[in-house]
């Protein structure tokens, strides 16, 4: 187990038992990425294999359009299922209900309100490979959660974008 200290903007995070090349991940990406490791294994490539199977029993495979389209789908499997193994190898899981909650740290779920329009957002900080901006999770890489790690309910932070500076209100910060 290895302990490293890193610094976010003028934050001071310790996190224990961070591997060595890797990166953050919350528990809740990381069964994400076992669930769809498992869903490969055990659905996607045994059906694709069957489907091998039935395509080199209709004959000839140089002209066999299904045979094709099967090998084509097991090499898209192969290679995802290699993907997932090693971020699922290399990833550093935090539980994020077990975070101190008094500033925001990753894996926290922040409301945020534009200062200019008013406009509520909610987002989730988390690592890279889980993020989805539409379904509210923002990768840890994005200048947006950089201002906001180590800030706090009522601070007010700037983030520049192409389209010019948006600066935001801290309304909450929770760990679900």
């Known amino acids: ?52 199977a039935a395509a080199r029993a209709l004959g000839d495979l140089s002209e066999n359009a299904e045979y094709h389209a099967a090998k084509d789908k097991q090499g898209f499997i192969e290679a995802r299922i290699s993907e997932l193994e090693g971020i699922a190898s290399k990833a550093s899981v935090i539980d994020v209900s ?30 890279s490979f889980e993020a989805d901006i539409k379904s509210g999770l923002l990768p840890i890489t994005s200048p947006t959660a950089r201002a906001m790690i180590g800030k706090e309910v009522g601070d007010v932070i700037v983030v520049s974008t192409p389209g010019g500076s948006k600066s935001y209100r801290i309304d909450k910060v929770s760990y679900i």
Request: charged share 20%.
């Open 1 to 52: 187990m290895h302990s490293c200290v890193i610094k976010v903007t003028g934050c001071v995070c310790v996190i224990t038992s961070l591997k060595l090349d890797s990166f953050p991940m919350t528990l809740r990406g990381f069964q994400a990425v076992q669930d769809e490791l498992r869903r490969l294994k055990s659905v996607e490539r045994p059906k694709v294999v069957e489907a091998i």
């Open 98 to 127: 077990k975070v101190d909650a008094s500033s925001v740290k990753f894996g926290a779920t922040v409301m945020l309100t534009d200062t200019n329009t008013n406009a509520e957002t909610t987002f989730q900080i988390v690592g």
